[in-house]
């Protein structure tokens, strides 16, 4: 029974610990994008405790933009700006469980939001900042496959 509860409370620190990272992570992001700053000089030369903090959330945000099912629901939120579960699942043809778990992590990530409406959750990408991510990963994929 002991290593039950271990085990249930390691597993609530474990998802407390990502949730902490990835907000660190969404400001650092929101400070990148949002600042005009030289990012050669001082993220990748400068070695300092935080640059390390903002290379590593940059790294969750790469990780979690890097799984096939993520990003089709991601660029799916770009293009309606807002859906549903059911209409994600018709669209994407992707099984409502599977949707929904993926959703779970890219929230806990930061990368989207929800919405109550009455029994229904709407969910929308958290800012323009990840808007702006995936118009520019788009735009680069389509210029690297027609080249």
Known sequence: MRLVH????????????????????????LFILTSSF??????LYNHDVMNEKVLDLMV???ELFGNE??????MYLLERKEACVSDM????????????????VLKLGGVIKARREGKRLFYSLADSHISNLLTILKAHAKEAFYE
């Not at 699942?89 to 779970?104: C, W, Y």
Request: no cysteine; aromatic share 10%; hydrophobic share 55%.
């Open 6 to 29: 271990f085990r249930l409370i390691l597993g609530v620190i474990t998802v407390v610990t990502f949730v902490r990272l990835f907000v660190e992570f969404h400001q650092a992001l």
């Open 69 to 74: 099912l993520r990003m089709r629901i991601l």
């Open 60 to 62: 969750k945000l790469s």
């Open 89 to 104: 699942v018709s669209a994407l043809d992707i099984k409502q469980s599977t949707v929904s778990n993926q959703l779970k």
């Open 38 to 43: 030289d990012f050669k000089e001082n993220i």
